[in-house]
């Protein structure tokens, strides 16, 4: 199995950013390095994560002058040293063994770029219900129109190099632009797999609506493309903390 450039973005996520590195430091798979880019947080987000130096030997805190998802991104794919990267959010969790299960679920099936599904197994019943129809959406949209959660998504520094990356003009929707560009090239799938995702997000937009919102998204992506205009605005860390 190859190693693995881990790409995590930061914002003010002193409360998350530990969980997630805990969970990669017990990782059965270990080639990988880890690259933090934080987008110039208020909180010790930074230096949460630098405490994690001796549990993560390959592990770099980087820190952003200016905010961004996408910039966030970009940045750390060209830190990467490795072809394979892992780009990931802060308060995403981990089992053991998921690395280990997607490198070999990739390698299998020769995926550059691939998705992963959100699970929901510790979350309540009404989590569960939204959480599945968000993958079903996911699933039935990749062998035509793809999406993706950013939270996490694999691709390779060729990959990420030869589409440019991902479009920093895109607030909304700039992970589902990702890898419908590189599925134009490669062959996009999503993995066998499921991550650990915060409710927090649900909790806060509510479910149906932040379901909605994201549906409106993409059926204004598939009619009439990429918005670049904020026509519908999105604040990159704008959930408050439960």
Same mark, same amino acid.
Request: proline share 2%; with cysteine.
């Given at each position: 199995?190859?190693?693995?450039?881990?790409?995590?973005?930061?914002?003010?996520?002193?409360?998350?950013?530990?969980?997630?590195?805990?969970?990669?430091?017990?990782?059965?798979?270990?080639?990988?390095?880890?690259?933090?880019?934080?987008?110039?947080?208020?909180?010790?987000?930074?230096?949460?994560?630098?405490?994690?130096?001796?549990?993560?030997?390959?592990?770099?805190?980087?820190?952003?002058?200016?905010?961004?998802?996408?910039?966030?991104?970009?940045?750390?794919?060209?830190?990467?040293?490795?072809?394979?990267?892992?780009?990931?959010?802060?308060?995403?969790?981990?089992?053991?063994?998921?690395?280990?299960?997607?490198?070999?679920?990739?390698?299998?099936?020769?995926?550059?770029?691939?998705?992963?599904?959100?699970?929901?197994?510790?979350?309540?019943?009404?989590?569960?219900?939204?959480?599945?129809?968000?993958?079903?959406?996911?699933?039935?949209?990749?062998?035509?129109?793809?999406?993706?959660?950013?939270?996490?998504?694999?691709?390779? *520094? &060729? =990959?990420?190099?030869?589409?440019?990356?991902?479009? +920093?003009?895109? @607030?909304?929707?700039? $992970?589902?632009?990702?890898? *419908? &560009? =590189?599925?134009?090239?490669?062959?996009?799938?999503? +993995?066998?797999? @499921?991550?650990?995702? $915060?409710?927090?997000?649900?909790?806060?937009?509510?479910?149906?609506?932040?379901?909605?919102?994201?549906?409106?998204?993409?059926?204004?992506?598939?009619?009439?493309?990429?918005?670049?205009?904020?026509?519908?605005?999105?604040?990159?860390?704008?959930?408050?903390?439960?």
């Amino acid at each position: 199995m190859g190693p693995v450039s881990i790409v995590v973005i930061t914002l003010n996520e002193e409360k998350r950013v530990g969980r997630l590195l805990n969970d990669l430091s017990k990782q059965t798979h270990q080639d990988f390095e880890v690259i933090v880019v934080d987008s110039n947080s208020e909180d010790n987000t930074c230096q949460v994560a630098s405490a994690f130096e001796a549990s993560l030997p390959k592990l770099t805190v980087h820190q952003m002058a200016t905010r961004g998802v996408s910039l966030g991104r970009n940045t750390g794919a060209a830190m990467a040293q490795y072809e394979r990267i892992l780009f990931l959010d802060a308060d995403v969790r981990l089992a053991p063994t998921f690395l280990a299960n997607a490198i070999s679920q990739l390698e299998e099936k020769q995926l550059e770029v691939a998705g992963v599904y959100m699970g929901a197994d510790a979350l309540p019943l009404a989590h569960k219900i939204g959480y599945g129809l968000f993958n079903l959406g996911l699933f039935i949209t990749q062998y035509t129109f793809p999406t993706a959660v950013g939270a996490c998504i694999f691709s390779t *520094k &060729r =990959a990420h190099n030869e589409i440019g990356g991902f479009d +920093l003009e895109i @607030t909304l929707c700039e $992970d589902c632009d990702y890898v *419908k &560009r =590189a599925s134009k090239t490669w062959r996009f799938r999503f +993995l066998n797999l @499921t991550f650990g995702f $915060d409710p927090r997000r649900l909790d806060q937009e509510g479910i149906f609506k932040m379901g909605a919102t994201y549906l409106k998204a993409n059926v204004r992506r598939f009619f009439f493309g990429e918005m670049r205009n904020n026509e519908m605005e999105y604040k990159f860390g704008h959930y408050k903390e439960q």
